[in-house]
RNA sequence: GCGACCGUAGCUCAGCUGGUUAGAGCGCCGGUUUGUGGUACCGGAGGUCGGGGGUUCGAACCCCCUCGGUCGCCCCA
């Protein structure tokens, strides 16, 4: 079988890349298939991104200190000396053409898009370095009803993926810009006073993104945690009115929620609305899909202030938990040729690619050994099995099993046209 | 970036405290049998034991480095 030249090395995958093949590639396809039709039924259009920006596209919206842009993104410059950036994300792509596309003369813009993105990490249970992702935002509106019409979208794309049993919807609010500075100086300020006995990363956390101390998985901050100050305290009015027009709605079309006070967003661009879809059968990436309300970047990027939502989800794990269910995604083979003489070859492929014309799922075993083709053809578990060999010097076609109708009544009257 | 475990045939794995030419099942190829819903028997191809270096009379096995995989931490979908 192998006879591979010595010398000659094949060089490996990159780290952190899949080749995606068999029921996995089926159960990727199928979440790809039911975001198409449920975004459909939303009303949210279809876009096409680039797979690289220039790099300011990045650095700006997500925040020059954030892991994501200081050490996890595929950056070069290209010939022309300019530095670009393979996407670690959507959102600040789209946001970018919104502002020079001039998408504005559209919004309120629902879009929704899915593909490759790119971050330099250690792969892991459910990461990647190329990894996948499904995305959906509101771009120009302000209202509640965008962040419930797409967690609503999100919780039925759920469903219609037989996933979400065992998935749960955290939901948190950070408030407008001001409730979220008041809320983290203050967490500042409580953490500093115990600064001494928190984790070396919370240590560090405080400094840098406060915010995450709270959902820490250390033991040592966990008693600190559960007292420190709560957003709820520090929302202005109109935040929480936004937050209870969301809650509101959700409960409105049925859908269940948790509250999660200490969910947060890792990126700076986030406001009001934070949210996350969670499993507990992923391991430590239970994170399905996520996102929330990123009012402030369109400025971040230099454009005029405009209000917007969207989530992301990851089609490597949606399709793991797809997978887990065990549905399979074959399409079942309907009818199998056997050509056990080669003198009967043209008139098996003219059959061949008749039947397929006729639209039935079809194959043909016509190699190795003629006595053994049989058995191969028994193999693929076709449903029918028809067998091409010559007779008195004409090639004949004898049909081995039939199954019940439809599918053997097809067949049937297939035969009939083709003469038996 | 940090930590733990793991790399033997296409796949799943065995290989004793280091000891001749590294094995099995499945798969693949061929032959015989059977002559019709996955038959049985026989034979065959296929392995730099992830790669490199070291220790040793001798390394798949011990040590170091490296590449990859898996699962955590960080971060994140």
Redesign the pocket.
């Known amino acids: 079988?192998?006879?591979?030249t010595?010398s000659i090395?094949t060089p490996?995958?990159?780290?952190?890349?899949?080749d995606i093949f068999g029921p996995d590639a089926e159960a990727f396809a199928f979440v790809v298939e039911t975001f198409e039709r449920v975004r459909k039924l939303y009303r949210f259009r279809r876009v096409e991104m680039p797979v690289f920006e220039k790099t300011a596209v990045f650095s700006r919206s997500l925040g020059e200190t954030?892991?994501?842009v200081s050490?996890?993104m595929y950056s070069f410059e290209d010939r022309g000396g300019e530095s670009l950036t393979l996407r670690p994300?959507f959102t600040a792509g789209i946001a970018r053409a919104f502002i020079t596309d001039g998408w504005q003369q559209y919004a309120p813009l629902k879009v929704a898009t899915h593909g490759p993105?790119f971050?330099?990490?250690?792969?892991?249970?459910?990461?990647?370095?190329q990894?996948?992702?499904l995305d959906a935002e509101v771009i120009g509106a302000a209202e509640p009803q965008a962040d419930v019409e797409l967690l609503v979208m999100a919780d039925q794309l759920l469903k219609e993926l037989g996933i979400a049993e065992g998935v749960t919807l955290q939901l948190n609010t950070l408030g407008d810009g001001a409730s979220r500075d008041a809320w983290r100086a203050a967490l500042i300020d409580y953490f500093r006073a115990v600064k001494g006995d928190l984790?070396e990363?919370?240590q560090?956390?405080l400094e840098?993104?406060p915010l995450?101390i709270l959902?820490?998985?250390?033991p040592r901050d966990k008693p600190f945690t559960a007292d420190a100050p709560r957003i709820d305290d520090y929302l202005s009015d109109e935040a929480k009115d936004f937050f209870a027009k969301v809650t509101g709605g959700l409960d409105a079309a049925g859908v269940t929620w948790t509250r999660a006070p200490a969910l947060?967003?890792?990126?700076d661009y986030y406001r009001h609305t934070a949210f996350?879809?969670v499993t507990d059968r992923?391991?430590?990436?239970?994170?399905?899909?996520?996102?929330g309300r990123y009012d402030g970047l369109m400025e971040a990027l230099g454009g005029a202030a405009t209000p917007a939502v969207g989530?992301?989800?990851?089609?490597?794990?949606l399709a793991m938990l797809v997978g887990e269910k065990g549905q399979k995604f074959d399409n079942p083979l309907e009818i199998v040729i056997a050509v056990?003489d080669d003198a009967a070859l043209d008139y098996a492929t003219r059959m061949l690619a008749a039947l397929r014309r006729e639209n039935f799922v079809a194959d043909m075993i016509a190699?190795?050994?003629?006595?053994?083709r049989?058995?191969?053809a028994?193999?693929?578990?076709?449903?029918?099995?028809l067998?091409v060999g010559m007779q008195e010097g004409i090639p004949m076609s004898k049909l081995?099993?039939?199954?019940i109708s439809p599918l053997g009544d097809r067949i049937e009257r297939f035969m009939d046209s083709w003469g038996r």
Not at 12 to 18: L, S, V, W
Not at 119 to 129: A, H, I, L, V
Not at 215 to 218: A, R, T
């Open positions: 079988m192998s006879t591979q010595p090395q490996q995958a990159i780290r952190g890349t899949q954030t892991d994501v050490k996890e994300e993105l971050r330099y990490e250690r792969p892991q249970k459910g990461r990647y370095r990894f996948h992702q984790s990363d919370s560090d956390r840098r993104n995450r959902d820490s998985k250390d947060v967003r890792g990126l996350e879809f992923l391991g430590a990436q239970g994170t399905v899909l996520g996102g989530w992301a989800a990851g089609i490597e794990r056990e190699s190795g050994s003629p006595r053994k049989y058995d191969k028994v193999k693929l578990g076709a449903a029918c099995l067998v081995r099993s039939t199954p």
